[in-house]
């Protein structure tokens, strides 16, 4: 997967002032579009279209010191507008185009990326692969933006908002694997970008001919294979450690990639306080 990132960065390069198909570079590269943004977002920290957004702007900027038409300059950089192209110049730079021809800078420059694979030897991965036929998700669900980093807020107003005799109900509800309780992120934007809507699922998995009961909202899940990594120390903070080093160490290490589907997670066990828990993260894989 390293390599394949940084021939796609070689490619970004050669083509930044080309519409860009991500789909037909990925497929040239022998992976899909979905694996390659999701992998890319996870290593480099910014999504795909930020980093050619950054790169683009930062080499633009060099023929705005120039003394070409501006528009002639934003129409090559795939721009309709001397205003488009100023908003996009602007959110690197911080200034205009104008203003930077004047001044001559400031200049913020997004550098070519390089990945390098640096194996550490020191943390043990528990993971198994499992093929599970069509289920279906029920529980209840909505539509909350993406937080990487520490409890979301809004998750946790929606579990809030859930009467205390519903989560009971659930659980009784639950019939197959992912058992118990679970918390399902779904719709997540390929990119991963920070602040994103996504749709978050509170429920449990049943089997595809169990019925939805009223009341309830659904997701209905194709059969397929799926990574299971086991968890355990603080939460959340060991099980986004743990979907961070999913990018970082397993994909690249082994002959599977992220396709389509929800990501689940599911609490095996926990502290009376919930500061410590021991869960399981459901990842929907196939064969690279």
Do not use: C
């Not at 908002?161 to 997540?188: C, M, Y």
Request: proline share 6%.
């Amino acid at each position: 997967m390293i390599a394949e990132l940084n021939r796609l960065v070689a490619l970004v390069e050669d083509h930044l002032t080309d519409d860009l198909d991500v789909a037909s570079m990925a497929s040239g590269l022998g992976t899909t579009e979905y694996h390659l943004r999701r992998m890319f977002s996870s290593l480099a920290g910014m999504p795909l279209s930020e980093y050619v957004r950054r790169r683009r702007m930062t080499v633009a900027a060099a023929d705005v010191l120039g003394e070409g038409d501006l528009l002639g300059i934003a129409v090559r950089y795939g721009y309709g507008s001397t205003e488009a192209f100023g908003r996009a110049f602007r959110s690197v730079h911080g200034v205009r185009p104008s203003d930077m021809r004047r001044d001559g800078g400031p200049l913020r420059t997004q550098p070519q990326i390089r990945f390098r694979l640096t194996v550490e030897g020191n943390t043990t991965m528990d993971a198994r692969i499992t093929d599970r036929p069509d289920f279906r998700l029920i529980g209840y669900a909505a539509r909350v933006p993406l937080i990487h980093e520490g409890i979301n807020p809004h998750i946790h107003a929606h579990i809030a908002s859930i009467p205390a005799q519903e989560h009971s109900r659930l659980k009784e509800l639950s019939n197959t694997e992912p058992a118990g309780l679970l918390q399902v992120s779904a719709d997540v934007d390929p990119d991963y970008t920070e602040g994103s809507d996504l749709t978050y699922l509170h429920g449990v998995a049943v089997t595809e001919d169990t019925g939805v009961p009223d009341g309830l909202d659904a997701m209905e899940v194709p059969a397929g294979t799926w990574a299971v990594f086991r968890t355990e120390g603080h939460y959340p903070a060991a099980l986004q450690s743990a979907w961070a080093a999913t990018a970082t160490e397993w994909f690249p290490s082994h002959p599977w990639r992220l396709r389509p589907g929800p990501s689940i997670v599911t609490i095996l066990d926990r502290s009376d306080d919930f500061s410590t828990a021991t869960s399981e993260l459901w990842l929907p894989v196939e064969r690279a």
